[in-house]
């Protein structure tokens, strides 16, 4: 990675990191990305997607959390970036700008585009033998990593790599990861086997829904307010 490099990458890290509520200092004489949390460093960042810390930075439930979370960005900005840097021009009819192509599979595309406020990506579909583009579906900035994960998912799906039944959608999978809890969490008696392959979907699922915890909290509140309408219409009463 050259100088030119390495600074989109930091510039577009800092963007991501920031969206998540992260303080990102001055690149350091080191070449490192100091990042802070609540105030306090938490970690460093590296140009290679990897961090370092120390552990009494991440001592607590709270930070070593901020600290997964900041190191799932990391990743994602790394694997998208390497890719932009890499990626051909996409040239196509009354396309301009800097449009870079990132995929293309069964007459759909997907490109990213760098912009101030981060990379945009969009998937289209080839038209007029493949010399103009169509039906954009566009992702981003202002959703980060994110927009990326959303990105190649509508890629995938769109082009015919994977089919949409194979797919769940993020509400799909919040309501599955809370089903998956309430068995975990029941007592109810279950096999070593059974135990071990449900966390492991728990595992899958925290890592593929990155706002979980925002759904898991919005599903319960939808659900006790339902209850609380049913026990009202149910005995008559009126709640205020």
Same mark, same amino acid.
């Given at each position: 990675m050259n100088a030119?490099?390495?600074?989109?990458?930091? @510039?577009?890290?800092?963007? !991501?990191? @920031?969206?998540? +509520?992260?303080?990102?200092?001055?690149?350091?004489?080191?070449?490192?990305?100091?990042?802070?949390?609540?105030?306090?460093?938490?970690?460093?960042?590296?140009? %290679?997607g990897a961090v370092r810390y120390r552990r009494e930075d991440v001592a607590d439930e709270h930070r070593s959390a901020a600290l997964d979370s900041l190191i799932s960005i990391a990743k994602t900005t790394t694997e998208y970036m390497s890719q932009m840097e890499a990626a051909p021009q996409l040239t196509a009819s009354g396309l301009t700008g800097d449009y870079r192509l990132l995929a293309d599979f069964n007459g759909v595309v997907l490109a990213g585009h760098p912009t101030q406020f981060g990379v945009q990506f969009i998937t289209w579909a080839w038209v007029q033998?493949?010399?103009?583009?169509?039906?954009? !579906?566009?992702?981003?900035?202002?959703? +980060?990593?994110?927009?990326?994960?959303?990105?190649k998912r509508d890629f995938a799906t769109r082009s015919g790599l994977i089919p949409r039944s194979a797919l769940f959608a993020p509400e799909q999978l919040t309501e599955i990861y809370r089903c998956i809890?309430?068995?975990? =969490? %029941?007592?109810?008696?279950?096999?070593?086997?059974? @135990?071990?392959?449900?966390? %492991?979907?728990?595992? @899958?699922?925290?890592?593929?829904?990155? =706002?979980?915890?925002?759904?898991?909290?919005?599903? !319960?509140?939808?659900?006790?307010e339902f209850a609380d309408m049913k026990f009202s219409q149910d005995s008559g009463m009126q709640l205020s």
């Open positions: 030119e490099e390495k600074s989109r990458y930091f @510039q577009e890290l800092t963007l !991501n990191l @920031q969206r998540e +509520g992260f303080a990102v200092k001055p690149e350091t004489e080191e070449g490192l990305l100091p990042v802070e949390l609540d105030g306090q460093l938490l970690c460093l960042a590296r140009d %290679s033998e493949r010399t103009g583009l169509n039906a954009g !579906n566009f992702y981003g900035p202002p959703g +980060g990593v994110d927009s990326y994960t959303a990105a809890h309430e068995t975990l =969490d %029941s007592g109810y008696p279950i096999t070593e086997e059974r @135990q071990k392959c449900l966390e %492991s979907a728990v595992e @899958q699922i925290e890592t593929a829904v990155p =706002d979980l915890d925002e759904r898991v909290i919005l599903s !319960n509140d939808k659900e006790l």
